[in-house]
C-alpha cells in the first residue's frame, strides 16, 4: 500500500518504517517526493487491512477537522494523539493556496500525518507550524487537492470519499 506524508518527515532516511501496530514495524520505501509541495509517498509491501480516502474537495472557511499524529512519540504515549479544530485560513504561510491553516493542534511529531473531516476522509495532511512570541494556532496542512494531483501523477488509484457522517467514536477508531 501507498502512503502520503511530508518530503520533511523523509528527507534525510537512510531507512523508512512504518509502524504497523505499537510494536511491529515494517520496511516502507520512498517512491516519490514533491520538495515544493512538501510531500512524499511511500509504499510497504503489504495490502492494508483499512486505509483513509481522500476528500475530493478542499476544506472550506470554519470546518471541522480532526489532526492525526504521534506528537513526541513513546516519550508521551505508544498511542494515538487526537487534536480538533476548525479551517482558520484558506491560505497557509506566504500566501501559499497549496496549504490551509487550521487552529486544531499540530506539534513535532504531526508532521505527514491525515487531517480529516467528519466523514472520516483525508483534507488534507499536517505540515508545519509556527510558534513564536505573542502567537498561537497557526498550524498548517496541505490541501487534499494537491495530494489528490500528486497521488494522481504517480498513477495512484484513489477511491471515492466517504459520504456519510461518521460519530465522533467512529472517527476515532478510523
Do not use: W
Amino acid at each position: 500500500g501507498y502512503i502520503a506524508t511530508n518530503f520533511h518527515v523523509v528527507e534525510n532516511c537512510d531507512i523508512v518504517k512504518v509502524f504497523k501496530n505499537q510494536t511491529v514495524s515494517i520496511d516502507a520505501s520512498v517512491v516519490e517526493v514533491d520538495v515544493f509541495n512538501d510531500l512524499a509517498l511511500i509504499k510497504v509491501n503489504e495490502k492494508p487491512i483499512s486505509y483513509l480516502k481522500i476528500d475530493d474537495q478542499d476544506v472550506k472557511l470554519l470546518q471541522e477537522v480532526i489532526v492525526a499524529g504521534f506528537p513526541l512519540g513513546r516519550e508521551v504515549s505508544s498511542s494515538i494523539k487526537l487534536t480538533t479544530g476548525s479551517i482558520t485560513s484558506l491560505a497557509g504561510e506566504n500566501n501559499n493556496y497549496s496549504e490551509f491553516q487550521t487552529d486544531a493542534i499540530i506539534n513535532f511529531g504531526n508532521s505527514g500525518g491525515p487531517v480529516v473531516n467528519k466523514y472520516g476522509n483525508v483534507v488534507g495532511v499536517a505540515a508545519k507550524f509556527i510558534r513564536e512570541k505573542y502567537t498561537e494556532g497557526f498550524n498548517f496542512g496541505i490541501k487534499s487537492s494537491v495530494l489528490r494531483t500528486f497521488s494522481s501523477a504517480n498513477s495512484i488509484k484513489l477511491s471515492m470519499p466517504n459520504k456519510k457522517i461518521l460519530e465522533t467514536e467512529a472517527l476515532g477508531k478510523l
